[in-house]
């Protein structure tokens, strides 16, 4: 015999569940308010001004310090002169000269990198043997990854692109490799044992398990990687090149141009800003958003 139920228990029975919070989460309406208040326009002002008052604050430092000593030109130059020095190489076309010449190298080093280092680092993630042969040389590789190997590739590929592409795809491949492996650990093993119980193929399973569950931490080693490319292609530049930012640099020393070096300086900055701040980041945090897990084998 059932008890009837009285009018109270009744009504709150019925009553909607949309003010409940979600099994695992927040209520309906927090978890909206959340994803859209980082969108509205005075919260991106305030962000973009976040991040560009320490790049303000180093220019004044830097006017406020040559009006105090006045050192002459060829020892530190004037916020003028390297604008004169930006204005000279915009206006005969030099700067887009080395600018397309680095971001060429960069690019075809930082795809070859992409392309050999993911199903490395997935293969190393899938297996335990593979892992534990190649993890001793994988750590004795990242310290001598990039600049290190300048002298020995212009040994062996001369002096030229291939050098620089070469340095590029040494000091990329390493991070990424090693973040492919660590995001195929953290997959859940329930999920790994799912798939193969259903038969999946190893190209399945690779385009649809293993690659997607590792792309958060793979995003974070391109980010990282690609940090590593760059500075990497500017000290090839420097020695094994005849163009590019870092060969402008190099150019500039020589003649005692320290607003010309200062303004390569700053070009090479702020190109690596906007790439990271622009691309690299929202890559990232919509990746994470995206495909990012919980859990992981241990």
């Not at 326009?41 to 406020?64: E, G, K, N, Q, Y």
């Amino acid at each position: 015999m059932t008890t009837p139920r009285t009018e109270k228990q009744a009504t709150a029975a019925a009553a909607p569940a949309q003010g409940r919070p979600r099994p695992g989460g927040r209520p309906p309406g927090q978890q909206r308010k959340r994803r859209g208040g980082s969108n509205t326009p005075a919260a991106r002002a305030i962000s973009a001004l976040w991040f560009l008052t320490p790049l303000a604050l180093l220019v004044v430092v830097w006017l406020v310090a040559v009006a105090i000593t006045d050192p002459p030109l060829r020892v530190f130059p004037q916020v003028g002169d390297v604008l004169s020095a930006l204005g000279d190489m915009w206006s005969s076309g030099e700067l887009f000269d080395h600018l397309g010449a680095s971001l060429r190298r960069m690019g075809i080093g930082a795809a070859i990198a992409i392309a050999t280092a993911l199903p490395f680092g997935i293969a190393l993630g899938s297996s335990a043997a593979l892992s534990a042969f190649f993890s001793p040389l994988l750590r004795f590789s990242v310290a001598l990854a990039g600049i290190a190997w300048i002298p020995v590739a212009t040994l062996w590929f001369g002096y030229g692109d291939k050098a620089v592409i070469f340095i590029v795809w040494n000091a990329m491949f390493f991070a990424i490799t090693y973040n492919a492996m660590l995001g195929v650990r953290q997959i859940p093993t329930q999920l790994l044992r799912a798939a193969r119980s259903m038969g999946t193929t190893r190209m399945r399973m690779f385009w649809e398990v293993l690659l997607p569950g590792a792309l958060p931490s793979v995003v974070t080693g391109l980010r990282v990687g690609l940090g590593y490319g760059w500075r990497g292609l500017v000290a090839a530049e420097i020695i094994a090149s005849n163009a590019g930012l870092g060969y402008a640099l190099f150019q500039a020393q020589k003649y005692f141009q320290t607003d010309v070096i200062i303004a390569s300086m700053v070009i090479i900055g702020v190109l690596w800003l906007l790439m990271d701040r622009l691309m690299l980041a929202p890559l990232e945090k919509r990746t994470v958003e995206r495909w990012g897990m919980l859990g992981g084998r241990s």
